[in-house]
């Protein structure tokens, strides 16, 4: 594993990227350029901020419960959800969403690009432990260009000589002002199924408001989503391509008073997760020799 002094010798870019060791001994990669600010910690290769120099508030939530420890999950920011999302379908003791976003992954390449973003592309490294749980031969990569826009490619390339199935999800958790003055648009007449209270198929009617834990999968969609957030008076647009599936969640208090890491007593109001996916009914099924690309862009808007 690099150290920091390694990684900014590699693929530093002054005034714009460096990497620094976290008190927990995990690498942190900052980035400062001239259209936003951003943090990426190199275990599950995990997106932690992202803010717009024309944005006074970050568009993507920590807790200020999140705490880095190795082989442990962050909460908040773009936890990477693959090669399962949810629970495993058979190996109730295999982690939920899968085991990338606690793995250490590798930087393998960085550089400025023309419009002054920056970009990073780091590499899942697989160990004994995950080929344990999942024993296909395969590369995971993500690049993620940060700028006014975050975009971010997540690409599973399947370099053994069987296909294999995968979900996953970008599960990002935005930023917002008040649950109760934020709604999701651009999901009007999607089908979803509804975990709260059992699974049930539903479809939407108009935008999601919200008043009650929210743990809804839209599936066979590929809309652009949209955060309206009328305390911020801002718009965060969420685009997407290789992804049929829109995950929607708000904890409520019980469940947030549950899990006890979102910041008590109500920092779950400040966030709304819209997660870019491939669940349920569209996991996908990757043939050997082929890849599979999903993509994100996030653009804010003030209003
Ligand atoms: O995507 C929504 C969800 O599946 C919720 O059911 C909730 O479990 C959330 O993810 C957080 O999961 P985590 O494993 O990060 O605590």
Redesign the pocket.
Known sequence: MSTAQQLNTQFGITGQLGFREDTSGLIVAEINNTQATASLCLQGAHLMSWQPKSQATPAIWLSRDAKLAVGK?I?GGV?V?WPW??AHATEPGFP??GYARTTPWQVIESGSEPDGETRLTLRLLANEKTRAQWPHPCTLELIVSIGETLRMELITENTGSSDFVIGE?L?TYFRIGDIGAARVSGLQDCEYWD?VGGSELKKQQGAINFSSET?RVYINTAAECVIEDDQLKRRIRIAKSGSLST?V?T?WTAKADK?GDLGQPDGWREMV?V?SANAFDNTVRVAAGTSHTLIVEYRTESV
Do not use: I, L
Request: glycine share 6%; charged share 20%; aromatic share 12%.
């Open positions: 999950s909460r936890p959800c999302f949810g939920a969403h999800a599960h975990k743990d995950v969640w904890p899990m997760c997660e």
